[in-house]
């Protein structure tokens, strides 16, 4: 209680907010007086401003598609709104996909993935607009920020779930390994930010968020067309042969034997590796974490409490893989590890708005830990017993994360003097 009195001393008073991401802290946040944001965090999401990463050609040639749709909006619309809406296309093809394929072990029909591709064009270019639209009506604020990102962590499930559905992968180590991978991309991007202050877009000038985007709606939509079982069942040597038994002499048995899906989900997996190797070097060696000046000492602890904030979801993705894919319905998992994740991105994601100190253990993330334990060496428990519990747990991460994010918002529009919502009086231009 005492660091959060200080702090707010600091805003009304005595000398200025101190910026704490770089504070090393192990197992608690220090204490606030009031919701989730100190007082010096509040001042810092006000003064904050968004510094994004390098665009790639992708997102250049659509720029101009992009402005063009904004000012088809009504200049009424809140920016908010327009992401709002974009998520809401996630849920509509989420909806589907959990009604016409609830575990990711049949395929759904043509339709439905159709559907799920427009979701995917739709929700990504509202996505782009809503950042246009706030600068369009003169209300771009911080909260965009936190509601554009809390948006994209949560509708990960989605783009999880459309290709889950077509590639048939429930109820499998592979369906756990392309979730954890994501979501733990997505996390170290934002942690990247916290430390850096810079939010990584993309990989070079050809490869970012825009381009693997369009690129599953476009796959959604192609895969809308096709036999999706008998053209991703196929096994690699079927696909190979066409280029002669010579050719096949210098690929290993173990590709040959592999189906089609799963070199697809091997390389999404490579993918998301390098994607995470990148960022860790990104902030190993950014200024702020190993200062020209500093002793080898003070970078080395500076690297280790940098990292420090990553056992927590490393140890999400761990207990994922603790859990045998056949002892739960796949669904179940998926929400549950999911929604854990969101909580933890929005939470670094506000921390790092705010410039507060965010803990190496998250203890939002021990309850998964401990029923994961529980499942995985609890021979008495069914598999009706296990998806009970991970279904309660589901409901309690749905209210925490909403909790906390209202919480936060409140918090967030009082400091500003705005709506969540709608564009306040006197504010419009």
Same mark, same amino acid.
């Given at each position: 209680?005492?660091?959060?009195?200080?702090?707010?001393?600091?805003?009304?008073?005595?000398?200025?907010?101190?910026?704490?991401?770089?504070?090393?802290?192990?197992?608690?946040?220090?204490?606030?007086?009031?919701?989730?944001?100190?007082?010096?965090?509040? @001042?810092?999401?006000?003064?904050?401003?968004?510094?994004?990463?390098?665009?790639? @050609?992708?997102?250049?040639?659509? &720029?101009?598609?992009? &402005?063009?749709?904004?000012?088809?909006?009504?200049?009424?619309?809140?920016?908010?709104?327009?992401?709002?809406?974009?998520?809401?296309?996630?849920?509509?093809?989420?909806?589907?996909?959990?009604?016409?394929?609830?575990?990711?072990?049949?395929?759904?029909?043509?339709?439905?993935?159709?559907?799920?591709?427009?979701?995917?064009?739709?929700?990504?270019?509202?996505?782009?607009?809503?950042?246009?639209?706030?600068?369009?009506?003169?209300?771009?604020?911080?909260?965009?920020?936190?509601?554009? @990102?809390?948006?994209?962590?949560?509708?990960?499930?989605?783009?999880?779930?459309?290709?889950?559905?077509?590639?048939?992968?429930?109820?499998?180590?592979?369906?756990?390994?392309?979730?954890?991978?994501?979501?733990?991309?997505?996390?170290?991007?934002?942690?990247?930010?916290?430390?850096? @202050?810079?939010?990584?877009?993309?990989?070079?000038?050809?490869?970012?968020?825009?381009?693997?985007?369009?690129?599953?709606?476009?796959?959604?939509?192609?895969?809308?067309?096709?036999?999706?079982?008998?053209?991703?069942?196929?096994?690699?040597?079927?696909?190979?042969?066409?280029?002669?038994?010579?050719?096949?002499?210098?690929?290993?048995?173990?590709?040959?034997?592999?189906?089609?899906?799963?070199?697809?989900?091997?390389?999404?997996?490579?993918?998301?590796?390098?994607?995470?190797?990148?960022?860790?070097?990104?902030?190993?060696?950014?200024?702020?974490?190993?200062?020209?000046?500093?002793?080898?000492?003070?970078?080395?602890?500076?690297?280790?409490?940098?990292?420090?904030?990553?056992?927590?979801?490393?140890?999400?993705?761990?207990?994922?893989?603790?859990?045998?894919?056949?002892?739960?319905?796949?669904?179940?998992?998926?929400?549950?590890?999911?929604?854990?994740?969101?909580?933890?991105?929005?939470?670094?994601?506000?921390?790092?708005?705010?410039?507060?100190?965010?803990?190496?253990?998250?203890?939002?993330?021990?309850?998964?830990?401990?029923?994961?334990?529980?499942?995985?060496?609890?021979?008495?428990?069914?598999?009706?017993?296990?998806?009970?519990?991970?279904?309660?747990?589901?409901?309690?991460?749905?209210?925490?994360?909403?909790?906390?994010? &209202?919480?936060?918002?409140?918090?967030?529009?009082?400091?500003?003097?705005?709506?969540?919502?709608?564009?306040?009086?006197?504010?419009?231009?």
């Amino acid at each position: 209680m005492a660091a959060a009195k200080s702090n707010g001393a600091a805003t009304s008073g005595g000398s200025d907010p101190k910026d704490e991401t770089l504070t090393s802290c192990l197992l608690f946040e220090p204490s606030v007086e009031k919701g989730n944001i100190s007082l010096s965090g509040l @001042h810092f999401i006000a003064t904050h401003q968004y510094r994004a990463g390098s665009y790639t @050609h992708l997102d250049n040639l659509l &720029n101009p598609t992009w &402005n063009y749709l904004t000012e088809l909006l009504p200049m009424w619309l809140a920016p908010n709104m327009v992401t709002t809406l974009g998520g809401l296309h996630c849920g509509l093809g989420y909806g589907l996909l959990w009604w016409y394929a609830p575990d990711f072990d049949k395929s759904p029909p043509d339709w439905v993935i159709a559907v799920c591709a427009y979701c995917t064009i739709a929700y990504y270019t509202l996505d782009c607009m809503d950042g246009k639209q706030a600068r369009r009506t003169g209300t771009s604020s911080p909260l965009g920020q936190l509601f554009d @990102h809390g948006f994209d962590c949560i509708c990960t499930l989605f783009h999880l779930a459309t290709v889950s559905a077509y590639l048939c992968c429930g109820g499998t180590y592979w369906f756990i390994s392309i979730q954890t991978s994501l979501q733990l991309a997505f996390f170290m991007a934002q942690w990247e930010e916290y430390h850096t @202050h810079i939010l990584p877009h993309c990989a070079g000038q050809w490869c970012g968020t825009t381009e693997v985007n369009y690129a599953l709606g476009l796959m959604a939509f192609l895969n809308s067309l096709i036999d999706r079982e008998a053209f991703f069942t196929r096994s690699m040597k079927e696909i190979l042969k066409p280029m002669g038994y010579s050719f096949l002499e210098y690929i290993p048995n173990v590709l040959e034997e592999m189906e089609l899906r799963h070199v697809g989900m091997c390389g999404w997996n490579v993918m998301s590796v390098i994607l995470m190797i990148m960022s860790v070097r990104r902030v190993l060696i950014h200024p702020r974490i190993a200062p020209p000046s500093a002793s080898y000492a003070e970078v080395f602890q500076s690297r280790v409490n940098a990292m420090s904030k990553l056992l927590t979801p490393f140890a999400l993705c761990l207990a994922a893989f603790l859990v045998p894919p056949k002892a739960v319905r796949t669904r179940y998992l998926s929400v549950t590890l999911g929604l854990c994740f969101s909580i933890l991105t929005k939470k670094i994601i506000v921390f790092s708005m705010a410039k507060m100190p965010f803990a190496a253990v998250q203890w939002d993330a021990f309850p998964l830990l401990l029923i994961a334990m529980w499942i995985r060496f609890d021979v008495n428990l069914t598999k009706m017993g296990a998806d009970f519990v991970l279904g309660i747990l589901c409901f309690y991460y749905t209210w925490r994360m909403l909790h906390w994010v &209202n919480t936060a918002i409140d918090q967030i529009c009082e400091r500003l003097d705005i709506y969540c919502f709608t564009i306040k009086r006197g504010k419009r231009d």
